[in-house]
């Protein structure tokens, strides 16, 4: 078996449709994923994230390139991938006419697992996931929310050794979304490898053991969290809270050119890219003479990074 649960090699995807403006949306990507964690594809709407895990998971070719899993090309041998993968992906069907339970038991037994083992399984995800009030109705009767989770539970079901999911937690909510991080997160324990998207920051920064920060296509910047952020040294966060919003307060940041800021009240939130002898120097320019609530600068978030790296690489294709 080879070492890497994911290989990528120069892989292109264009959708061309005639009429239209051929789409690169994935545009020369070259990354390797080892075995036994939880990697995540980071990008904003339309980076290609949904585009690659369509490639990766056989259920469209690529333009160009090639791409492994666990050894297995996806064009040149995608039977052998199907066995061993399983995916939610934005478009994961759920049998609508079928209640919860069946959805999980029919998709089980087409995965070949004995009754016994698919029934123990299915009541623990039902407990797992909440679903128990919802168990005997039909998926065409839940709200959305309710039918991702019939969708992640699924592929719960079944040990694939690899593990896609597009967007898992879109229309769950916070406590839900919790528990199924500790579900992810146990069954990389047992040595699972998962691989996810999100343009949720704080998701990636919680769960994935390493990032891959992709944009229109291309991959932008690669590590755990604390390379991206070495990445990325000299982003400071500030926050100043002041009693009184200056009159001049907007000018005053403009002139700084913040990666991004906002005021909400009183309180004006900036991220800016400086020395950090400077930062001091900043601040205090901003609350000279002023009574100040609050001050507080630090460090730059995942969301920092994000920006600016994403900036950055609007500016050099400019
Ligand atoms: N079937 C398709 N035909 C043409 N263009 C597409 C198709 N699917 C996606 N795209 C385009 O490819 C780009 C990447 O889309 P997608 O992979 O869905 O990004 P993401 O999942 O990161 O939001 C976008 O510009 C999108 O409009
Ligand atoms: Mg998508």
Redesign the pocket.
Known sequence: MSEFALEVENLVKI?S?RGKQP?R?VDGMSFHVPCGIIFGLL??????????L?VLTTLTRPTQGTAKILGYDVVKKSIEVRKRISSVI?ETAVELFLSVRDNLLTYARFQGLDKATATRRADALIADFQLGAEVDRKVQDLSGGFRRRVQVAKVFMVETPVLFL?EFSTGMDPLLKRQVMNLLRAEVEKGRTIIL?T?VLSEAEELCDDILI?NK?KQIARGDLNTLKLLSHGVYEVTLTFDQLPETIQTEIAALAPIRFTIEANTIDLALKTEEGRVMEIVSALTHGRRVLRVEVRGASLEDIFVELTTQQAKETA
Not at 43 to 52: D, E, F, Y
């Open positions: 959708y449709a789409v949306a990008g904003p709407n339309g980076a290609g994230k949904s585009t690659l369509r934005q597009d998207t343009q992709i296509g």
